[in-house]
């Protein structure tokens, strides 16, 4: 049982700002977040009945904006290319169920970013679906691309330039290996402006 109107309506605003975040990439913009914008309109002029959640609701509306500011705005072309990453995953292109425009998306990878290339891929998606319908889970995507090679001959062209792109993680397993190095268990006690301003400076020389 929820203790006063105040505390309901706080977790109401939680759960809307929970929901419009948890859509798919594809779906999340700065202005399609229906049930977290709802709120200001809703209570328009009773903020003062409840004092605390003028101050909750920007902040959950802070965060949508840093995301996407962030993701769909500085690290928008990296976004882009991992949602066209996706769409060579056997198993996942199940649940994305791409249409001919969703192929558009191919274009944010350089090498991929041919019309005649766009064109032939969409043409198989139709094929690509009927050939994923009821894949068991974990299957090998490599062999599973070898295996449907003469199905989907230009998707399987792509998918081996895609397969080639390897994400690396060495940056920041560096700044694990500095942090390593340069703070042990006797320094446990130091503060963490301290380390993070050494980290960097560190990290900058390298």
């Given amino acids: 049982m929820l203790a006063n109107a105040q505390t309901k309506l706080l977790l109401q605003i939680e759960l809307a700002a929970v929901l419009d975040a948890g859509k798919p990439m594809n779906s999340i913009h700065g202005a399609n977040l229906p049930?977290?914008?709802l709120y200001p309109e809703k209570f328009q002029g009773k903020w003062s009945a409840y004092p605390t959640v003028p101050s909750i609701w920007h902040c959950s509306n802070s965060t949508r904006e840093y995301f996407t500011n962030t993701v769909m705005g500085v690290m928008g072309p990296q976004v882009e290319m991992f949602k066209a990453a996706r769409l060579f995953s056997p198993c996942h292109i199940t649940q994305l169920r791409p249409v001919a425009?969703?192929?558009?998306?191919?274009?944010?990878?350089?090498?991929?970013?041919?019309?005649?290339?766009?064109?032939?891929?969409?043409?198989?998606?139709?094929?690509?679906?009927?050939?994923?319908?009821?894949?068991?889970?974990g299957i090998d995507p490599i062999r599973w691309?070898?295996?449907?090679?003469?199905?989907?001959?230009?998707?399987?062209?792509?998918?081996?330039?895609?397969?080639?792109?390897?994400?690396?993680s060495a940056s920041s397993e560096r700044v694990f290996s500095i942090l390593t190095m340069a703070f042990g268990h006797l320094h446990n006690l130091t503060l963490q402006g301290y380390i993070e301003c050494s980290l960097?400076?560190?990290f900058n020389k390298r």
Avoid at 121 to 133: F, S
Avoid at 152 to 161: G, N, S
């Fill in 35 to 37: 049930n977290l914008l």
């Fill in 101 to 137: 425009n969703d192929a558009d998306v191919l274009t944010s990878i350089a090498f991929l970013n041919d019309a005649a290339m766009i064109a032939n891929m969409t043409n198989e998606i139709p094929r690509y679906l009927a050939r994923v319908d009821c894949i068991a889970d």
């Fill in 145 to 168: 691309w070898k295996e449907n090679e003469a199905e989907l001959p230009f998707w399987f062209a792509a998918a081996k330039l895609i397969l080639l792109m390897q994400p690396s």
């Fill in 200 to 202: 960097m400076l560190q």
